[in-house]
């Protein structure tokens, strides 16, 4: 049976690892298993199957199925405790010193942590150093650190490459698929392709991002709480949608569709600041950054007790504007209930299961500026590009601050089950290989700055995810 299993997978491309095999002839009917699990995602031809995934396969269903469920009807059980696991966070963990070094540290800890990544794709089996790589003949398999990129006067493409101890050109030729991707600087990268100019140069034939595997997704769990995500609130400025803000606290409070929701999650800009872009005084109702923070913890007041808050920072907030942000400092943090919880931004927490993961998104502007067909209307295209490449914010030296931390708390080492952002005052849900993004709108109008940059907000909307079963919502306050 092993044998006609191995078989039929090979046939399809597919590896799969050897304990996964044996887990795999193990079950009933593995070959119709194969069939109608392992070949149905064109993903599983360019990965090697491990048994953590296999079984995450096997026992999860589809969010699409799922959604299917009545989940009104199938609550039997009495509701968990709330509890938040904070599983990766940069408060309270900052190492930051700011000199030269410590930048040194920060890309070496991205290059190792994405080159983990990179290694557990088949097409990197055997991939080797950038010294030993280019004394080698025929196809060549490395992984690098992007130091620069620029296009040649034919129209090529020529990225340098860098790992601890070498760097090498790299050169992709117009429309080939090596072509294809764009690459942004300081991003980790595989690359597959041939020596050429005397071990001077490599022409690739393909690029390889550490992606998202598959068999990812939420298996059902016990939960029966939803977890409600609100961004961008922006309390003390004058477009401040309190109106559409207070429906949305009455709806938590009364409406039977609410009832279960026992987590609400706030991804920064939570007020609006003072000094964040130009003439911005003109626009503050408050201009107090102190009784911004109090109006806001006033406003959170009114939520349910028994709803836990998480909140992160964001560029408008009162931290340090460098990436990883810690969480909000105790000046502020004294006016929120016992209900509120300050994370960082990024943070990566733990609800009854699930691993969210949340980021305010500044980086979405450089995205955005370094990669063609991206745009502020579609954040949830970029927030795929940060899946794709398993890093929030890779380009360093445009419009995010990044600070130099030893660890690269950038990096999406464990993937979320839920990916929320906001910064883009937009609004949208999605799903990348199982993974729920979410884009969490905004409570605030246009500002004379968005007008003059031609960008609209989408306001006033709520996204909602079942934690027990992924089924996801969205409930408009406009
Ligand atoms: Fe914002």
């Known amino acids: 049976m092993k044998r006609r299993v191995l078989e039929l997978l090979s046939k399809h491309g597919v590896l799969i690892e050897p304990d996964a095999a044996d887990f795999l002839c193990r079950q009933p009917n593995p070959l119709e298993l194969v069939e109608t699990q392992l070949l149905i995602s064109e993903r599983n031809s360019s990965m090697i199957i491990t048994l953590g995934q296999l079984q995450n396969i096997l026992s999860s269903k589809n969010i699409a199925e799922m959604n299917q469920i009545n989940i009104l009807t199938k609550i039997s059980k009495p509701p968990m405790e709330p509890k938040i696991n904070v599983l990766k966070d940069i408060t309270g963990n900052s190492t930051c010193i700011g000199d030269i070094n410590s930048f040194v540290k920060l890309f070496r800890s991205r290059y190792k942590t994405v080159k983990k990544l990179l290694l557990r794709r088949r097409e990197l089996l055997g991939a080797a150093s950038i010294s030993k790589a280019r004394r ?26 860098e790992d601890e101890d070498d760097s090498i050109l790299v050169l992709a030729i117009k429309n080939s698929p090596a072509f294809s991707d764009t690459i942004v600087s300081d991003e980790v990268i595989g690359v597959i392709g041939k020596v050429a100019k005397k071990g001077d140069m490599i022409v690739a034939d393909e690029i390889i991002r550490p992606d998202v595997p598959v068999g990812g997704g939420m298996k059902k769990n016990d939960s029966d709480a939803w977890a409600i995500f609100v961004g961008d609130i922006h309390v003390g400025s004058d477009m401040f949608l ?36 130009p003439e911005q005084e003109d626009e503050l109702r408050i201009d107090d950054i102190y009784r911004q923070y109090e109006l806001l913890a006033e406003y959170l007041k009114e939520i349910r007790d028994d709803i836990s808050i998480i909140a992160c920072p964001g560029n408008h907030d009162a931290v340090r504007l460098a990436e990883p942000q810690p969480s909000l400092p105790e000046s502020f943090g004294k006016f929120f209930d016992s209900n509120v919880s300050m994370v960082g931004n990024p943070a990566q927490i733990e609800l009854e299961g699930r691993n969210i993961l949340i980021y305010h998104g500044r980086s979405i502007d450089d995205w955005i500026a370094a990669i063609p067909g991206l745009s502020y209307d579609k954040p949830l295209d970029v927030m795929k590009e940060m899946l794709r490449r398993r890093h929030l914010a890779p ?58 940059h031609n960008h609209m907000p989408d306001p006033c909307k709520a996204f909602m995810v079942h934690l027990g079963i992924g089924k996801a919502r969205v409930v408009k306050f406009t």
């Not at 992007?146 to 340098?160: A, D, F, Q, W, Y």
């Not at 949305?248 to 569709?257: G, Q, R, V």
């Open 136 to 161: 080698s003949d025929g196809e060549i398999r490395l992984v690098g650190m992007v130091s620069e990129v620029r296009t040649t006067k034919n129209g090529h493409r020529l990225i340098r490459l």
């Open 242 to 277: 309190e109106n559409q803000w207070n429906s949305f606290i009455d709806w938590l409070k009364t409406a039977d569709e609410a009832k279960n929701v026992r987590y609400m999650i706030m991804p920064g800009d939570l007020v609006d600041g003072i000094g964040i872009y």
């Open 395 to 452: 380009i360093y030296g445009e419009r995010t601050a990044i600070a130099p931390e030893e660890k690269d708390y950038l990096v999406i080492e464990d993937i979320p089950d839920i990916f929320v952002t906001g910064h883009v005052h937009h609004a949208g849900m999605g799903d990348y290989r199982g993974v729920i993004m979410i884009n969490a709108s905004t409570w605030q109008s246009q500002t004379a700055f968005q007008r003059m």
